[in-house]
């Protein structure tokens, strides 16, 4: 499943995705993953939660080497329940024309692999021409 957290900056979806994250590891069982732009809410976050810092992977510009870069990291974990990715619009020079693609490799990723994502982005429903919501879930 996919989950989206949609909102203009300053609507606190970082904020309700900190929360999501830190109940999740208490009451889940596998590996829960946030992918942030920088290391600025490390120390919000639970310490079992592992923190990935997009500043730190700077050759990753696409929606193609983003979703390679999350192969990477599921492919290094078979236990992750949940990847949280805060900002997506943030990271990899991603726009809104890249959205409807990039949830429906979401999707099939989540499907294949039996995991959740969890993605913020600053835009409302109405903004993301051409993604197929069906499969998703807006949490706002």
């Given at each position: 499943?996919?989950?989206?957290?949609?909102?203009?900056?300053?609507?606190?979806?970082?904020?309700?995705?900190?929360?999501?994250?830190?109940?999740?590891?208490?009451?889940?069982?596998?590996?829960?993953?946030?992918?942030?732009?920088?290391?600025?809410?490390?120390?919000?976050?639970?310490?079992?939660?592992?923190?990935?810092?997009?500043?730190?992977?700077?050759?990753?510009?696409?929606?193609?080497?983003?979703?390679?870069?999350?192969?990477?990291?599921?492919?290094?974990?078979?236990?992750?329940?949940?990847?949280?990715?805060?900002?997506?619009?943030?990271?990899?020079?991603?726009?809104?024309?890249?959205?409807?693609?990039?949830?429906?490799?979401?999707?099939?990723?989540?499907?294949?692999?039996?995991?959740?994502?969890?993605?913020?982005?600053?835009?409302?429903?109405?903004?993301?021409i051409g993604v197929d919501f069906e499969g998703c879930e807006i949490l706002n």
């Amino acid at each position: 499943m996919v989950k989206l957290l949609l909102g203009h900056k300053g609507s606190g979806k970082t904020k309700r995705m900190i929360g999501l994250a830190n109940e999740s590891v208490e009451n889940g069982r596998g590996s829960t993953i946030f992918i942030n732009k920088n290391a600025r809410l490390m120390y919000d976050l639970k310490y079992k939660i592992r923190v990935i810092c997009m500043e730190d992977y700077e050759h990753i510009t696409n929606c193609d080497e983003y979703i390679g870069f999350l192969y990477g990291i599921i492919s290094s974990d078979h236990d992750i329940e949940t990847i949280y990715i805060d900002s997506i619009l943030k990271h990899a020079d991603f726009t809104l024309g890249d959205l409807p693609e990039f949830t429906e490799r979401l999707k099939q990723i989540s499907k294949n692999y039996g995991m959740e994502f969890v993605v913020s982005l600053s835009a409302s429903k109405e903004e993301m021409i051409g993604v197929d919501f069906e499969g998703c879930e807006i949490l706002n």
